[in-house]
């Protein structure tokens, strides 16, 4: 289960990627798992128990030199059991509190939606543990595809009581004077079902950019990675969830449940085009089933 990512802005070394699994308090020997019966079984473990943070550090475009940044990422967390019950999430907030990063940014996605429910987690509940995060620049959050499905009224109440700031086409300028950058939250991108395979979105790119009042680097973030491909070079770095990096993952062979128009083009990780950087974690719950295989 991802907890995070953490993007570090340093150095000269953009791409870097590390991988620390933290099993501590878990209850899962990783080699136990192994043995028990069936692919089904070792998924649903998969998706209850691995703890896994992916660091990357990079230099994205337009930033400046010798500007430090870190932000934590937590994403799809899909509240609800059983794998994602509130231990869990108090787990989650735990992690990312100990990472000690600048700035935390929440991905949407706040609560389970699959028929396979065994532990009801109230949006209460989910959004006071993630109230428990702190950092020095501020916690946001941006709503996701599911939000807006199941409960949009409840998960902006939920934040809202919580003080948590709910970005959607809006820009903050954040930083110390000299090292100033702005953080865009796009509205989602397929709010509104409205027919077979089609949807409507609350997102506006242009005017949420057109929001930016200085030449300070921009940081974006969008739920649904697909809207990568309109990002101008202007933004230094887009961040997106949603993929759950595929759920579902055989080796050897690219994700095939990967819910974009692109497929297993922006499923997962560090991914850079014509020299424009998007970073799209694994998030930490499950969509349609409680498994996960193959992404952590």
Not at 36 to 46: I, K, N
Not at 202 to 218: H, N
Request: glycine share 12%.
């Amino acid at each position: 289960m991802t907890v995070s990512e953490r993007l570090t802005f340093a150095g000269p070394e953009p791409g870097l990627t590390r991988r620390r699994v933290l099993r501590a308090g878990l209850g899962l020997a990783g080699a136990g798992a192994l043995v028990l019966p069936g692919t089904g079984a070792y998924a649903a473990l998969e998706a209850a128990h691995d703890l896994v943070i992916t660091d990357y550090r990079l230099t994205p475009p337009g930033w400046r030199k010798g500007q430090r940044l870190t932000i934590t990422v937590i994403a799809d967390i899909h509240a609800g059991g059983p794998n994602m019950g509130l231990a869990r999430v108090q787990q989650v907030v735990d992690a990312g509190n100990a990472l000690g990063a600048d700035l935390v940014v929440l991905m949407g996605d706040y609560f389970a939606t699959h028929r396979f429910i065994t532990e009801h987690v109230p949006n209460a509940a989910w959004a006071a543990e993630l109230a428990r995060l702190k950092a020095p620049l501020g916690v946001y959050a941006i709503l996701g595809n599911h939000d807006w499905w199941y409960d949009v009224k409840g998960v902006r109440k939920a934040l809202a009581a919580e003080r948590i700031p709910l970005m959607e086409n809006d820009v903050v300028h954040l930083g110390a004077p000299g090292q100033r950058f702005w953080l865009a939250g796009l509205g989602d991108q397929i709010a509104h079902f409205i027919g077979p395979s089609r949807f409507r979105g609350v997102d506006d790119l242009p005017g949420t950019l057109a929001q930016i009042q200085t030449s300070d680097p921009v940081i974006l973030l969008a739920h649904e990675p697909d809207i990568f491909v309109d990002v101008p070079e202007r933004v230094s770095l887009t961040v997106a969830g949603h993929t759950h990096g595929g759920q579902v993952r055989v080796p050897f062979v690219p994700p095939v449940w990967t819910p974009s128009a692109f497929g297993a083009r922006f499923a997962y990780g560090h991914i850079v085009e014509a020299g424009r950087h998007l970073i799209v974690s694994a998030g930490l719950g499950c969509s349609k089933v409680p498994l996960r295989l193959g992404v952590p």
